[in-house]
């Protein structure tokens, strides 16, 4: 534990409502070279395809550049794992090259994550350091600037807070997906659960939380007197005299979900489970830990692509299911079993990050960018990650139209030596030069949009997608386009993905605001 004069780190943490060591913490206990060993023994059990094997390498490279060896032993038997997939998925031997894509993407991701981290951690303890200094040297002197300097040390705490969710959020956005995609190729990805760096989202700890929780027993008395009222359950007939409301149906719906966790032979997932298949048992552990984290408190990561955060994002997977199942959204009118529900959801929402992510690539290169510069600025920001210098331009630049343009401009000029971004990362000149236009035609967006790199302010959580134009995605329409807030120009987590459908989340003035942040953004790249 960091130790400092005239404050604690508990005290600190107290103040800024969130422990950024243990963030750090729980993200390092994770072992990225354990999943890189398990994708390199998939890569070499499946088909070598040309187009696989580039993906492979792609994510391998990412790896490298941010894996820091912590000599810890591999919790997984590569060998076994391998031929336990193997078997499931007999006949299918592409299919295990798309499980090592998924698994390097995954040991990729987790290793940036842990890099920033750190990265973000040593840079709060030496501020913090400098802080405690200053503090000593006048607190004799003058106890009001004293007090002052420990509000900007618990303020530098609460930022790293921040940050590292931003940070666990982006990671465990790309782990979700990459665990949905594998799956559906028929594969159940247990094996990473105790190297994944997220503590508490293997399935049984997801059901050992909600029984804990207390929330078990109340959802089982719940049920008990809709059941002693000879109240059905028909999810047709929900609210429906003579059947259970919707809170008793959600109840019923979570205990089904806890039983196929802790006892999936005797439970609905108990034809599958005998056939070795724990894809259901997964599905279900989904289900409840949106319910978990859907009545959660204190800060959550956030989502940088698709807008909101980890709560928004349950709340709307928990409707979206819930009219999924009964057939309540006007594009699936046919009622779908729980999991088919949530698979789709799943699918959704990776569909609807890779075409956000591709979309603001191609824009960037609209604008004058370089593929790769593009690419650099895409990557950094699905990882939460831009430069301080560009972020501090950019803000400048929606502020009064005066000076907004010399503000992004210096702001541009900083980009190559950012300081956030890692080693041997740099912008060509046309990139810096495309930037500079698109931070000087900010200054007359003024405070419609105030944009980070340009193009959103992500630190209050606005998606990727929130200036880019509409685009048809996923299947449920549209991917997510956040909205623009009304009040004081400033950015609002919109709906996070195409996921939401037809559930219309937003408000009146997030749908005027998507209108707003639409025209601007074509304006903008004009």
Do not use: C
């Not at 949905?180 to 050992?208: F, H, K, L, R, W």
């Not at 956030?302 to 819930?322: F, I, M, N, P, S």
């Not at 949009?449 to 329409?477: C, Q, R, T």
């Amino acid at each position: 534990m960091t130790q400092f004069v005239n404050f604690t780190q508990a005290e600190l943490v107290a103040a800024a409502g969130g422990d950024p060591w243990k963030l750090n913490s729980e993200l390092q206990a994770g072992d990225s070279g354990a999943i890189d060993g398990l994708a390199d023994a998939f890569h070499q059990a499946g088909s070598h395809v040309r187009e696989a094997d580039e993906e492979f390498d792609a994510a391998k490279k990412k790896f490298k550049e941010a894996y820091k060896r912590n000599d810890s032993e591999s919790p997984i038997d590569e060998s076994h794992e391998v031929q336990r997939a193997a078997a499931e998925l007999a006949g299918h031997p592409e299919k295990l090259s798309q499980i090592a894509i998924n698994l390097e993407h995954v040991a990729a991701s987790l290793a940036i994550a842990q890099r920033n981290s750190d990265a973000e951690i040593a840079g709060l303890e030496s501020q913090l350091h400098a802080i405690d200094d200053q503090i000593s040297a006048v607190l004799a002197d003058s106890p009001s600037e004293a007090a002052n300097l420990l509000a900007s040390a618990n303020a530098a705490t609460a930022a790293a807070v921040g940050q590292l969710e931003t940070f666990r959020g982006s990671y465990v956005a790309q782990l979700d997906a990459a665990e949905s995609a594998m799956m559906e190729t028929g594969y159940t990805p247990d094996a990473i659960d105790d190297a994944d760096g997220v503590a508490g989202n293997a399935p049984g700890e997801i059901a050992d939380r909600y029984d804990k929780s207390g929330q078990r027993a109340r959802d089982q008395a719940m049920v008990d007197q809709a059941n002693a009222a000879g109240r059905g359950s028909a999810s047709s007939m929900i609210g429906e005299p003579g059947y259970m409301t919707q809170e008793e149906a959600d109840a019923a719906a979570r205990l089904r979900d806890y039983q196929a966790i802790v006892d999936p032979a005797h439970s609905y997932t108990r034809s599958a489970h005998a056939h070795g298949d724990d894809r259901p048992t997964r599905l279900a552990s989904q289900r409840l830990d949106d319910y978990m984290t859907s009545k959660s408190t204190g800060p959550v990561p956030k989502d940088l692509v698709l807008g909101g955060d980890a709560r928004t994002r349950a709340e709307a997977r928990l409707q979206l299911q819930r009219d999924l199942e009964s057939g309540n959204v006007s594009w699936h009118q046919q009622p779908m079993t729980p999991d088919d529900a949530t698979r789709l959801i799943d699918q959704m929402e990776a569909s609807d990050r890779s075409n956000a992510l591709t979309k603001l690539q191609q824009e960037l290169q609209a604008s004058g960018m370089t593929a790769q510069g593009a690419g650099t600025v895409a990557e950094g920001m699905s990882q939460g990650i831009i430069p301080k210098e560009l972020v501090d331009g950019a803000s400048a630049a929606g502020k009064p139209i005066a000076g907004g343009a010399e503000a992004f401009n210096r702001g541009g000029e900083a980009l190559p030596t950012g300081r956030h971004w890692e080693p041997g990362v740099a912008f060509s000149e046309e990139d810096v030069k495309a930037l500079k236009t698109i931070g000087g035609r900010l200054g007359w967006a003024g405070n419609v949009i105030d944009l980070g790199v340009g193009l959103y302010e992500w630190h209050n959580g606005a998606p990727l997608g929130e200036v880019l134009s509409k685009s048809a995605g996923g299947m449920a329409g549209a991917w997510g386009l956040g909205a623009i807030g009304a009040e004081g120009g400033m950015a609002v987590a919109g709906p996070p993905g195409a996921f939401v459908g037809a559930l219309v989340l937003g408000t009146a003035g997030a749908f005027g605001g998507e209108k707003a942040g639409e025209a601007a953004y074509d304006w903008l790249t004009r």
